[in-house]
């Protein structure tokens, strides 16, 4: 009966029904995914660039673990490692961002600072420029 089964099947040219269903660690690697794109989009968008950049950085680490569950799991399908690629990038560029932004307003802190204001309360921009050469 075997026999005939496999015949007919490949007479008609479809293969047999194999049984669907969830694989293993599928919701994980979806929110992978998800986390590795909302990490990556946080990390370059321009106004709340020090928060957002926490927040992406914070996301793209969720996104990792989540991506390493669903491994675990038995899921190795591309959604898994699409997410896995996309938190490890969002959250690598998200501390980068966030670093950057730290260390652009300590030079604005310090540069402000070590100005030597004029009798009407202004400093020129020459004095600026001297003030940021001085920090380097």
Excluded: E
């Excluded at 007919?8 to 194999?18: F, L, R």
């Excluded at 038995?74 to 490692?81: A, F, L, P, V």
């Excluded at 997410?83 to 652009?104: D, H, K, P, R, T």
């Amino acid at each position: 009966m075997n026999n005939d089964y496999n015949n007919n099947w490949q007479n008609n040219g479809y293969p047999p029904a194999s049984p669907q269903g969830p694989q293993p660690g599928q919701g994980l690697a979806s929110g992978s995914l998800v986390c590795g794109i909302t990490s990556l989009v946080l990390s370059i968008m321009f106004g709340w660039t020090t928060f957002l950049a926490l927040v992406g950085m914070v996301i793209g680490i969720v996104g990792i673990v989540l991506a390493v569950n669903a491994k675990k799991k038995g899921n190795t399908t591309g959604t898994q490692t699409a997410g896995l690629v996309l938190s490890i990038i969002g959250a690598c560029l998200s501390c980068i961002v966030f670093v950057s932004c730290i260390a652009c307003i300590c030079i604005g802190i310090a540069a402000a600072s070590s100005f030597d204001y004029g009798p009407f309360g202004t400093a020129s921009l020459h004095d600026l420029s001297q003030n940021i050469r001085l920090l380097f």
